[in-house]
C-alpha cells in the first residue's frame, strides 16, 4: 500500500538587491574602485534608469564597458554589499522563512558580486547577471542575454519562475522602477524607501516600506 503525500505550493517573496537588501548599487561601487571621473559618468546612468528616465538596455553594457570590473573588485564590492545590509533584513528574511516564506534575489546587478550577501541572509537563490573574467581575473564580458539586462526583465524572470516553481502567492519587495514593472504578474508589489524614495515607486505600489522589518506584519 503507498501514501501519497502532496506538497504545498511555495509562498515565494522576491527581493530587489541594489538600495534595497543593501545601501549601496552596486554597479556604481564597481565603478568608485576605479576612480572618481568613471563613478561620476556610470553613477550618473544608474540614476536616470532606476528612476524609469532612459531603458535599462541604453546603460547596461555602456557601463560596464566603461569600468572593465576586475574580479579582485567583485570580491571588494561583495564584502561591501554585507557591510551595507540593510539593518533589520537578515532578522526578517529569517522570520518570514520560519513562517513559510521562500526568499530570493532578483537583480540587474551581477551573481558574483552579490552571492556573499546572499549567503549572510541565507538566500539560496540569486536571478542576476553573470560576469566573464579570463585566467588573470580581468573582465571579458557578461551574460547578455539575461533578462534583467533589459526593460521589462524582471516581470519576464518572475513568469518564468512562476513556471519553474508553481508558487501560491509571489510577492516583490524593491525600490526601482524596474522593479515596479512587475506588478502585473505578483501578487503584491512592495516598493521600498529606506534609501531612496523614487515617487512612482511610492505613488504606485501596492504598499510602500521604509524598513524591512514592516514586511511580516503585511504578509501575515
Known amino acids: 500500500m503507498y501514501c501519497l503525500f502532496s506538497v504545498a505550493p511555495p509562498r515565494i517573496i522576491i527581493f530587489d538587491c541594489d538600495s534595497t537588501l543593501s545601501a549601496i548599487e552596486g554597479i556604481d561601487e564597481l565603478a568608485r574602485l576605479r576612480g572618481p571621473e568613471i563613478y561620476a559618468q556610470v553613477e550618473a546612468q544608474t540614476t536616470a ?3 524609469g528616465k532612459i531603458a535599462v538596455e541604453a546603460v547596461f553594457g555602456r557601463r560596464l564597458a566603461i569600468i572593465r570590473p576586475r574580479r579582485a573588485d567583485v570580491a571588494r564590492v561583495g564584502q561591501l554589499y554585507i557591510e551595507q545590509v ?6 526578517t528574511i529569517a522570520a518570514l522563512q520560519q513562517a513559510g516564506w521562500t526568499p530570493l534575489i ?3 546587478g551581477f551573481r558574483p558580486v552579490i552571492a556573499p550577501l546572499a549567503a549572510y541572509l541565507g538566500i539560496d537563490r540569486v536571478e542576476a547577471v553573470e560576469l566573464y573574467f579570463d585566467p588573470e581575473g580581468n573582465y571579458t564580458g557578461y551574460e547578455e542575454n539575461f533578462p534583467t ?4 526583465g524582471k516581470p519576464a524572470c518572475i513568469t518564468a519562475l512562476k513556471a519553474e ?3 501560491s502567492r509571489i510577492v516583490m519587495v524593491g525600490d526601482g522602477v524596474s522593479d515596479l514593472e ?3 504578474v505578483v501578487d503584491r508589489f512592495i516598493g521600498f524607501g529606506r534609501y531612496t524614495i523614487r515617487s512612482r515607486v511610492q505613488a ?3 504598499s510602500f516600506i521604509h524598513s524591512m522589518a514592516e514586511l511580516p506584519a503585511l504578509l501575515a
Open 49 to 51: 534608469a532606476m528612476e
Open 86 to 91: 540593510e539593518p533589520t533584513a537578515r532578522v
Open 106 to 108: 532578483l537583480s540587474g
Open 149 to 152: 539586462t533589459r526593460s521589462g
Open 165 to 167: 516553481l508553481r508558487p
Open 182 to 184: 512587475t506588478t502585473p
Open 204 to 206: 504606485e505600489a501596492h
